[in-house]
């Protein structure tokens, strides 16, 4: 049945397509099941990425070049260092990702590229390569939000999951709740009203000299430490159940360390990791379960980079058990930036017709749904 | 000039100021050129243009021999706007690159004058991405090296050489009062379609530069200028180099 499906709605959009004037496919091909294979590009931020994806599902590779090392050095992300080294990786990223897919562009069905949200100078660069192979080689562009990317990570080890489903996203830039109402059809129901809970990871890990990034160094510490050891704060916001607010947290975990010495108490670390990732692993999973239950949805999953804590994960595990929902999480290399996630979005984006010009240009603030 | 040289067909791409401009070189012909100095983003801009100006001049991105495009100094934004999308047309097509110099592409524009040419890019705080070029035997040659450099410096450099110079790029509309002043009648300045970047004489360039193409892999930027927060370590590190992180 959900191939009948498929075929049905790729007809349509050759039509579509045929009726914008674009090159057609053979519409025999389209009678049988056909593979669409995309490439996709991801630079939003400091990891350039290229992988190859097969009908949304199927990684065929998945090439990521970090330059955490060099951030490192200043403590976060430079976006002018970030934009120079996307720029000198891009196109060894995108021929490996090629040649380990063992294809070529000429096998290539659509182009997929991260346009938003993310650092301006740091999207432009894929957003730009993107753009000119999908010239060069005549291949339909498809321009993917980050966000809808990570949410759709969990497609690639779940075959069983199909929207709709509840999907909290949670990185260095972004908390979100969100209800996948349909392949490509995001709700918002909660967010964060100041800091994302990426950042809040990463603000505490620097307050007690962890470095940057925060999120496993802290996720690693905070194993030695006592998460009861500390009652921080579990902020709730009126009217808001699914919203979060990490700011008043991040403050009492600096408030708590200053207190300690003017007091001369010695700052347990681990206690202090733990008590904190405590509070945002409970708000995170409260309001996500909060939310399945009030939308009736019986599907969770969690994405983004806070989605690899290994604490998040097993207090999801749990509740999810608890209550008798699915629970779903991408494995780390998929929490973190990549572009196979981008593949797997530009596919859905790409079979409900979503097509980008070369005109195309990096939206540094693009909303989810945003087309 | 080779008569390979003579015969290439070349796709020539600015971008590295507010001027947006592509333009194709074949057999040494000039066949187009499309220029658009008009506030609007590259990203938005660019790749529509090389689309325009093919499509009309009734091409295929295959029949190239190579892309030109101007390498640095410039706005960093729109330098790798050019950069990623050469990179990427370079990439589908197989298609080496041939970097040049924005100064040097600059001063291309008015290679028939026998006065000191002295192209001038905006660089913010009363610095300018500068170099000079005197014409000798049909060729640029470089009279100062480029760098980025105080205006204030770049005068005095000049008034040592006296001779004639003619200045252009976006970087006179900021300092011609000053220069005017400065070097009263022994300045001149391009007038305005020659003022500004221009895909043509990046083009001409290219055609002479052609021994040192590259991939379009290897291809890479020359800013001229480290990123701030990298400066900023330096002094912190007494002058250290980045660990090299590749």
């Known amino acids: 049945m959900g191939v009948n499906f498929v075929t049905h709605v790729i007809i349509f959009i050759e039509n579509r397509l045929y009726s914008c004037g674009r090159k057609m496919e053979n519409k025999n091909q389209t009678t049988k099941e056909k593979e669409v294979k995309i490439l996709a590009i991801e630079s939003s931020c400091d990891e350039t990425a290229a992988a190859v994806v097969v009908n949304g599902r199927k990684v065929c590779s998945n090439v990521i070049s970090s330059q955490i090392e060099l951030h490192k050095l200043f403590g976060g992300v430079v976006p002018e260092i970030a934009s120079r080294k996307h720029l000198e990786k891009i196109n060894q990223v995108i021929e490996e990702a090629l040649s380990e897919a063992g294809m070529t562009l000429d096998d290539i069905d659509a182009v997929g590229v991260t346009y938003g949200p993310g650092l301006v100078g740091a999207l432009l660069v894929g957003v730009a390569a993107a753009k000119a192979i999908s010239f060069a080689k005549n291949k339909p562009l498809v321009g993917v939000h980050h966000i809808e990317g990570h949410i759709s990570a969990n497609y690639i080890e779940h075959e069983a999951l199909v929207p709709p489903f509840i999907c909290t996203v949670a990185s260095g830039g972004h908390s979100h709740i969100v209800l996948v109402e349909d392949y490509g059809k995001y709700k918002i129901i909660g967010r964060t009203r100041d800091d994302a809970a990426g950042e809040a990871f990463d603000k505490v890990a620097r307050s007690i000299g962890l470095g940057y990034p925060g999120g496993p160094k802290i996720d690693k510490l905070a194993k030695q430490g006592n998460s009861k050891a500390i009652m921080f704060p579990r902020a709730k916001i009126e009217d808001a159940p699914y919203d979060f607010s990490f700011s008043g947290l991040k403050s009492a975990v600096l408030n708590y360390l200053n207190q300690c010495e003017m007091k001369n108490i010695e700052v347990n670390k681990a206690d202090v990791a733990a008590s904190f990732q405590a509070s945002v692993v409970e708000v995170l999973t409260m309001h996500t379960l909060q939310a399945a239950q009030d939308f009736g949805i019986k599907k969770v999953a969690i994405a983004g980079g806070v989605a690899a804590n290994t604490s998040f994960r097993e207090s999801m595990e749990k509740v999810c058990k608890e209550k008798g929902f699915e629970f779903y999480y991408p494995s780390p290399i998929y929490c973190t930036d990549n572009a196979a996630m981008i593949g797997v979005a530009a596919y859905y984006e790409y079979i409900n017709g979503t097509r980008h010009g070369l005109d195309l240009n990096a939206v540094p603030n693009l909303k989810i749904g945003q087309r | ?246």
């Open chain 2, 1 to 246: 000039m080779s008569i390979v040289q003579d015969n290439l067909k070349l796709l020539a791409i600015e971008s590295s100021g507010n001027v947006a401009s592509v333009a194709i070189l074949e057999q040494g012909k000039m066949i187009a050129e499309l220029t658009m100095n008009n506030k609007k983003t590259h990203s938005t801009t660019l790749l529509p243009m090389i689309d325009q100006m093919i499509k009309m001049c009734e091409k295929d991105l295959a029949d190239f021999d190579a892309i030109a495009v101007t390498r640095g100094p410039g706005s960093f934004t729109g330098l790798r706007i050019g950069a990623a999308t050469v990179k990427g047309l370079g990439l589908a097509m197989e298609l080496p690159v041939i970097p040049v110099s924005t100064l040097e592409c600059l001063a291309m524009n008015v290679s028939e004058s026998n006065d000191i040419i002295c192209p001038i890019m905006d660089a913010r705080r009363n610095q300018v991405y500068t170099a000079a070029y005197e014409v000798k035997d049909g060729r640029l040659q470089e009279v100062l090296k480029e760098e980025p450099m105080d205006i204030k410096d770049l005068i005095e450099k000049l008034k040592v050489l006296e001779k004639n110079v003619l200045f252009l790029g976006d970087g006179v509309a900021v300092y011609r009062n000053v220069i005017a002043q400065e070097l009263k009648e022994r300045a001149c300045f391009a007038k305005e379609h020659n003022m500004v970047q221009r895909a043509s004489s990046l083009a001409v360039l290219a055609k002479e530069k052609w021994e040192q193409r590259v991939t379009s892999k290897e291809f890479h930027l020359e800013y001229l200028r480290a990123s701030q927060a990298e400066r900023e370590w330096k002094e912190e590190h007494q002058g250290e180099e980045l660990p090299c992180l590749s």
